[in-house]
């Protein structure tokens, strides 16, 4: 019976956070923010990995309460930890735009959460971490390329344009000018305007 009455006020529990949070995004939808960030707070301190996203955003961009990075990382982390896909990425862009550069840990964990975010199918943390590894101070262009082309197939234009350059260049792969005028073709078309340059 004891271990019924759990199992009933665990369901209990998560049932009434996912009601919140719902609350909060019909709120939010409505304008009505300060009440939307009231009960995604009151949902992500019940540990709803999905309202500490939601508490994330509002603090991330002021919605329902003071526009606050260290408190948006904060429950980003949180939901993070809980294998949430958006926000390994949004903690891991904190972790490497705000934090000292050689923080070491601060920069593994971030790169731990990108490849997270990335393999759970999240095209910004595949076109991000595409030219993270790109660009470092010793770059690791086959992985680059990699998500990359994650980022490309999943329809980012910019990151099909940087596929192009691995192609043209030869960074990552074996040089190809026809296979870079094909991906410059696809990210043009898409609208990318420095594909249509890089075409002309």
């Not at 949180?78 to 904190?94: G, I, V, W």
Request: charged residues 20%; glycine residues 8%; proline residues 2%.
């Amino acid at each position: 019976l004891e271990e019924a009455a759990f199992q009933l006020q665990q369901i209990f529990r998560i049932d009434i956070s996912i009601a919140l949070n719902i609350l909060g995004i019909e709120s939010m939808r409505a304008g009505h923010y300060r009440i939307a960030y009231t009960c995604f707070k009151l949902a992500a301190d019940r540990g709803y990995s999905k309202a500490q996203f939601n508490v994330g955003l509002c603090y991330e961009h002021g919605r329902g309460t003071e526009k606050d990075l260290e408190k948006a990382a904060f429950y980003y982390y949180h939901a993070a930890s809980s294998c949430h896909p958006m926000a390994q990425y949004r903690y891991a862009r904190y972790l490497l735009c705000h934090k000292p550069e050689n923080e070491w840990d601060g920069h593994q964990k971030a790169v731990a959460f990108l490849e997270q975010a990335a393999m759970a199918g999240i095209t910004e943390a595949q076109a991000y971490l595409g030219v993270f590894y790109m660009r470092g101070l010793q770059p690791k262009e086959k992985r680059g390329l990699k998500y990359l082309l994650l980022a490309a197939k999943n329809g980012d234009a910019q990151s099909r344009y940087h596929v192009g350059v691995c192609y043209e260049k030869g960074l990552g792969v074996q040089q190809n000018l026809a296979e870079a005028m094909r991906h410059y073709r696809q990210s043009a078309a898409a609208g990318n305007r420095n594909s249509q340059e890089r075409l002309r």
